[in-house]
């Protein structure tokens, strides 16, 4: 079977930058989705023209800072997105605004990088978990003919590397998970596994709860006992561009 790795928040902050380019290096990722509109985007977007043949994506942001558009329905009175937890009341939300932001992130990038993102995904779950988001998403997908992380219009299954058994769970050990993922991959022709390999910083420590979990990550994907399941399994790394 063929399994996508992808790198989720390439551009939020530098150690994340990092630990994603050794991911790469090391063979352990096969893409990474980048955010526009952070404070770390340009030494994200420098070290894509160090290594130009990691693919990336765009990481659509509406959960996390500031926008790039005028979408005030957006944003709390202070301008910034709204995170999930939150709660906001996602009927006030604009579609054209959300299909604005989204627009306006995916013409950056291309601005940014000099070419069009492999595919996109969301920050935080906004796309899955947010119907008008995923609606104007797939709107904007079509127009422009890319792929989308988890909507039937792609014919693969998507996994949370961490989500159904954690990998910091002191129940399961680490061998027992990664097995467990691996006979999940086995059940379809196509997998998209969900990374978030990473360092931490300053800013991703007072910023992110998901912080040092980044490194554990960033260990697992890099360990001898992941690259012989990806052999034992028979499996061949892709990435979007190459489905």
């Not at 030494?43 to 994506?57: E, I, K, W």
């Not at 989308?148 to 680490?174: A, E, H, M, P, Y």
């Not at 993922?181 to 800013?203: A, R, W």
Request: hydrophobic content about 40%; some cysteine; glycine content about 4%.
């Amino acid at each position: 079977m063929k399994l996508i790795i992808n790198a989720d928040d390439f551009g939020m902050s530098k150690a994340i930058n990092y630990g994603i380019i050794e991911a790469f290096l090391s063979g352990s990722i096969t893409s990474t989705t980048m955010m526009v509109n952070m404070n770390a985007t340009i030494h994200a977007t420098t070290l894509l023209n160090q290594y130009p043949t990691l693919p990336v994506g765009l990481h659509f942001n509406m959960t996390f800072g500031k926008p790039i558009t005028n979408v005030k329905t957006l944003t709390n009175k202070s301008g910034y997105f709204m995170k999930p937890q939150d709660n906001p009341d996602i009927s006030l939300f604009s579609s054209e605004e959300i299909y604005q932001e989204i627009k306006g992130q995916y013409e950056l990038f291309i601005k940014l990088t000099k070419k069009k993102p492999t595919h996109f995904d969301s920050h935080l779950y906004a796309h899955q978990i947010w119907p008008n988001v995923k609606e104007q998403m797939n709107k904007f997908a079509k127009e422009v003919n890319l792929p989308v992380r988890d909507l039937k219009i792609n014919d693969f299954q998507f996994v949370n590397f961490l989500r159904n058994n954690s990998l910091l769970s002191k129940d399961q050990n680490t061998a027992d998970h990664i097995k467990a993922l691996f006979f999940t991959f086995k059940q379809y022709d196509i997998c998209e596994l969900m990374v978030h390999p990473g360092y931490v910083d300053q800013f991703i420590y007072e910023n992110s709860s998901y912080n040092i979990q980044r490194v554990f990550e960033l260990e697992i994907l890099n360990s001898q006992l992941f690259k012989q399941q990806l052999r034992d399994n028979k499996i061949t790394l892709v990435s979007y561009k190459d489905v």
